[in-house]
T-cell receptor, first 114, second 110 residues
């Protein structure tokens, strides 16, 4: 069974540009999560999507946004890129349900803003 | 903000030895999950332990949870060079957002 996949692996952008990161969940998973791992800040929760809806959002500005498609894949968009947005962006997926389930992570997209 | 804090920050052991990592957290949790990360890439899920559980095993891994002390430990028995990685605990407190600790860097010397 394929795991969570993310594309691209690396992305280099200039300050002020927009970045789009993509994620495909494990088959059968309907929840997708986005996390940022920046140097010195650790892993921080960004967004949770389930059944096409944004369910929860971390402490990030509105220029971080995303969406979930009918096939449960997801996009993370970062507008007006700043140097401090340089980080590894990790996507995770899990089964839906009212309770907690394991979150399985993809390999990440490394975003570099110059 | 960091919810979980791992201890120690770094650990170096010989192959065959056991490795123990500890995690402390501050607020009530629904569950606690342990992950491994190799060389700054994706996270590998190791174990999920729920707040009403005290111990779980998976192969060479043993996780304990003490909610009264707000702490958890991960024991890796008979370590191998391939276990070299960073290990993170993550707490689930609500709305599916995992809060990660700063991690323990484990180095297993062959």
């Amino acid at each position: 069974e394929a795991g969570v996949t993310q594309s691209p692996t690396h992305l280099i952008k200039t300050r002020g540009q927009q970045a789009t990161l993509r994620c495909s969940p494990i088959s059968g998973h309907t929840s997708v999560y986005w996390y940022q791992q920046a140097l010195g800040l650790g892993l921080q929760f960004l967004l949770w999507y389930d059944e096409g809806e944004e369910r929860n959002r971390g402490n990030f500005p509105p220029r971080f946004s995303g969406r979930q498609f009918p096939n449960y894949s997801s996009e993370l968009n970062v507008n007006a890129l700043e140097l401090e947005d340089s980080a590894l962006y990790l996507c995770a997926s899990s089964l839906t349900g009212t309770g907690w389930n394991e979150q399985y992570f993809g390999p990440g997209t490394r975003l570099t803003v110059t | 903000s960091q919810q979980g804090e791992e201890d120690p920050q770094a650990l170096s052991i010989q192959e065959g030895e056991n490795a123990t990592m500890n995690c402390s957290y501050k607020t009530s949790i629904n569950n606690l999950q342990w992950y491994r990360q190799n060389s700054g890439r994706g996270l590998v899920h190791l174990i999920l332990i729920r707040s009403n559980e005290r111990e779980k095993h998976s192969g060479r891994l043993r996780v304990t949870l003490d909610t009264s002390k707000k702490s958890s430990s991960l024991l890796i028995t008979a370590s191998r060079a391939a276990d070299t990685a960073s290990y993170f605990c993550a707490t689930g407190t609500g709305r599916r957002a995992l809060t990660f600790g700063s991690g323990t860097r484990l180095q297993v010397q062959p």
